[in-house]
């Protein structure tokens, strides 16, 4: 009986060959946003954000080594990656993603961009109301007076 290790991939499309994904950095800022839409304005290449936020840059372009029979011509020699790669990992198995976020165009990605950094900018200014609303308690409970007050108390 054979290592089922040496068989599981003598069935199968490739389709681990056929793409390659690299992770990104959460974008924070409208320049992040900016560079992810560098990438996403290439042929063939997708953003998504999996089940637990990571980004990540995804490259629909085969393998240079995959043969026509969908086997590697560089088997022997192949990267750790691929070396690494187990039947419990394999695409074949998997069924479909499940994507927080993907986006496969431009106008996608932008659109997401714009509706987070809106919500950014409105959480920042309730944070700033919260922070100033703060301060003026513990003013109060030290007995101290707002600057307002002051003035209006100076000027009477």
Same mark, same amino acid.
């Given at each position: 009986?054979?290592?089922?290790?040496?068989?599981?991939?003598?069935?199968?499309?490739?389709?681990?060959?056929?793409?390659?994904?690299?992770?990104? &950095?959460?974008? *924070? @800022?409208?320049?992040d946003f900016d560079a992810m839409r560098w990438y996403i304005l290439h042929e063939d290449v997708s953003i998504y954000v999996d089940d637990e936020?990571?980004?990540?840059?995804?490259?629909?372009?085969?393998?240079?080594?995959?043969?026509?029979?969908n086997k590697c011509r560089i088997y022997r020699t192949r990267p750790d990656v691929c070396r690494d790669h187990t039947d419990e990992a394999c695409e074949?198995?998997?069924?479909?993603?499940?994507?927080? &976020?993907?986006? *496969? @165009?431009?106008?996608?990605?932008?659109?997401?961009?714009?509706?987070?950094?809106?919500?950014?900018e409105a959480s920042r200014g309730r944070r700033s109301r919260a922070a100033k609303n703060a301060w003026k308690r513990r003013r109060a409970a030290a007995g101290l007076a707002s600057p307002a007050r002051q003035d209006a108390r100076r000027s009477s």
């Open positions: 009986m054979m290592d089922s290790r040496k068989n599981y991939c003598r069935s199968c499309d490739s389709a681990c060959c056929r793409y390659f994904t690299m992770p990104l &950095e959460t974008p *924070r @800022n409208r320049d936020g990571d980004w990540y840059v995804n490259i629909d372009a085969p393998c240079r080594a995959l043969g026509d029979d074949k198995h998997g069924g479909e993603y499940d994507f927080r &976020e993907h986006f *496969r @165009n431009e106008n996608d990605l932008m659109a997401y961009a714009r509706e987070f950094l809106a919500r950014k």
